[in-house]
């Protein structure tokens, strides 16, 4: 599902990111990105939300190459691939609702079907009685389980995640991460960068680790 | 993984598509104008200026298209004026201008007594005292000429002219068509040079729209960026900004159109009553119908192409660096 091949990311200011990358994801398993702050993690999930190219090397997810994919149609590949960050990067001004129903107004999907599967995302994060809250009326950890709704609302194969619970206390990780392997039952890709490695140990599943730019461990399937 | 991907693969079908793309249209439209109406001073300010922008070219297409059917009016008038010598009877007149009939050059001739004309003069008003003052009539008598129209262009009225100053009644000829020909010539002018001031404010207007929508644009940088990550179209992002420089295009023209048509409505009073000074039954005429078409048309393609100017120079859609 998700594949890179001798990828080399390099900035001009800090040099280089990644160095050399190879691994494979099958399609449904949920993995582990683990290493300190700057070991390339959020380079990786950059590089496979096509937010930024690769260097040098090919990554090729959900059956395309990202490399020779056209101008037009990364907004299409985008819709496959749902976005988590740690800062959750929702709208303050929309509310939980319409925060969520975004990925589908964009994919133009009628109003029905939107508030049909919007509720429907909001019920799996637990967040259906606050549709109509603003995203600074919430929580952190809420706050979190609407980006994550938002990820999800248009069913895509692959979740990324990037330090989802980076702000968040042990319990409400906890609660995140078990709200990911639910995904993870129901055959969703999973890529979850985060330096919890408590909680990554305690979850057993396969575990790659970066280290200044390099994949010094990969602990394939559990 | 199957299952979710046939799942997936349940969205719109084909024969729904163009419902939901008018419809998204229709929606981002309203959006639009709704987030206009959300920050009404700035709205309304650049509708203001791009309002005013268009109304003066608007306004000087209004005045030079009246003062051209008031000069239309004054077509009707005799080509030429000629007087008589004072020693000249009305029983001369008649037969003079039985006789000027029968040249090739003149289609019909009027002839003005000098009652009529002493009549007409004092039905002008203004000059009631000065003609109370005076015993005798002192008008002379006047043959309004109106050539036959080969004879009618300049040149030819002059050749004209100097043949009737030739007959021993003549006084003096004064030609009215020749003023009033500079007079079209001069409105031309002022026709063209106002077609002028509408393109260079019209580059103004697209200056203006440009601009707002560019401030739009940053004020709205962040929910690009999370749209253009949860898989918006170029085109997906880029419409709303297209249909505010549209409707910014449409307030700003119906604005112009307000302004010229109340301008209209508060000189029609004094124009008239100039007008009956002069027993004209002139009546100053709004932008018309094909006008305020093309008033309208012309803001909204200008609020168009200024948000598209400004869209395309600051929005680069989804492309990663």
């Known amino acids: 599902m998700i594949r890179f091949e001798h990828v080399f990311k390099r900035y001009p200011e800090r040099g280089e990111a990644l160095g050399n990358v190879n691994f494979e994801i099958q399609a449904g398993e949920m993995v582990f990105l683990t290493g300190h702050s700057g070991a390339g993690k959020s380079t990786m999930l950059r590089l496979i939300g096509l937010i930024e190219r690769p260097t040098r090397g090919q990554i090729l997810v ?24 740690q800062d959750h990067r929702l709208l303050p001004d929309r509310s939980v609702f319409d925060n969520v129903a975004l990925p589908l107004v964009v994919a133009g999907v009628g109003q029905k079907e939107i508030g049909r599967r919007v509720r429907a995302a909001l019920d799996q994060v637990g967040l259906l009685s606050r549709e109509r809250a603003t995203p600074v009326a919430l929580s952190g950890g809420e706050q ?79 | 993984m199957a299952t979710q991907r046939t799942r997936r693969r349940r969205g719109p079908r084909l024969l729904d598509l163009p419902g939901i793309w008018l419809s998204q249209h229709w929606q981002t439209a309203l959006e639009t104008l709704g987030r206009l109406r959300e920050t009404p001073l700035p709205s309304a300010m650049t509708v203001a200026v791009i309002g005013i922008s268009l109304a003066l070219p608007a306004a000087l297409y209004v005045m030079t298209e009246n003062l051209r059917t008031m000069a239309g009016g004054w077509d009707q008038t005799a080509a030429i004026s000629l007087f008589l ?5 009305d029983t001369h007149a008649e037969r003079l201008s039985q006789d000027l009939t029968t040249w090739p050059e003149v289609a019909r001739v009027h002839l003005i007594t000098r009652e009529q004309a002493l ?30 129209p080969t004879y009618a262009a300049p040149d030819r009225l002059e050749l004209l002219q100097n043949k009737l100053l030739k007959l021993p009644e003549a006084d003096f000829a004064r030609m009215d068509t020749l003023w009033l020909q500079r ?8 026709q063209s040079g106002s077609l002028l001031l509408g393109g260079l404010l019209g580059v103004g207007v697209l200056l203006i729209v440009g601009n707002t929508i560019r401030l739009e644009i940053l004020n709205r940088r962040i929910e690009i960026e999370i749209s253009e990550l949860v898989g918006a179209t170029a085109a997906f992002i880029r419409r709303p900004f297209l249909y505010a420089g549209a409707w910014y295009g449409l307030l700003g023209g119906t604005t112009a159109w307000l302004l010229v048509t109340l301008s209209v409505l508060l000189l029609q009073q004094p124009v008239s009553r100039l007008a009956s000074l002069y027993r004209s039954e002139f009546q100053l005429s709004g932008l018309g119908f094909a006008a305020t078409g093309i008033t309208l048309g012309a803001s909204i393609l200008l609020g168009l192409v200024g948000s598209w100017i400004a869209v395309n120079r600051h929005l680069r859609g989804a492309e990663p660096q």
């Open chain 2, 119 to 148: 009549e007409e003069f004092r039905a002008l008003g203004g000059f009631e005292e000065a003609l109370e003052q005076i015993t005798n009539n002192p008008l002379p008598i006047v043959l309004a000429i109106y050539p036959t």
């Open chain 1, 144 to 222: 979190q389980r609407v980006g994550i709704a938002r990820a999800v609302v248009g069913r895509p194969p692959v979740l990324v995640a990037d330090e989802p619970t980076g702000n968040l206390d042990p319990d409400l990780s906890r609660e995140i991460f078990e709200l990911f392997e639910r995904f993870h039952y129901v055959g969703v890709t999973l890529l979850i960068a985060t330096h919890d490695l408590n909680l990554v140990q305690s979850m057993r599943h396969r575990t790659i680790t970066l280290d200044a730019g390099r994949l010094v461990n990969d602990t394939g399937d559990w």
């Open chain 2, 85 to 89: 010598r004072f020693e000249a009877d």
């Open chain 1, 62 to 85: 959900n059956g395309r190459n990202l490399a020779t994919l056209p101008r037009r149609q990364i907004p299409y590949y985008r819709r496959e691939v749902g976005m988590i960050f």
């Open chain 2, 183 to 190: 007079f079209q010539a001069i409105l031309d002018l002022v």
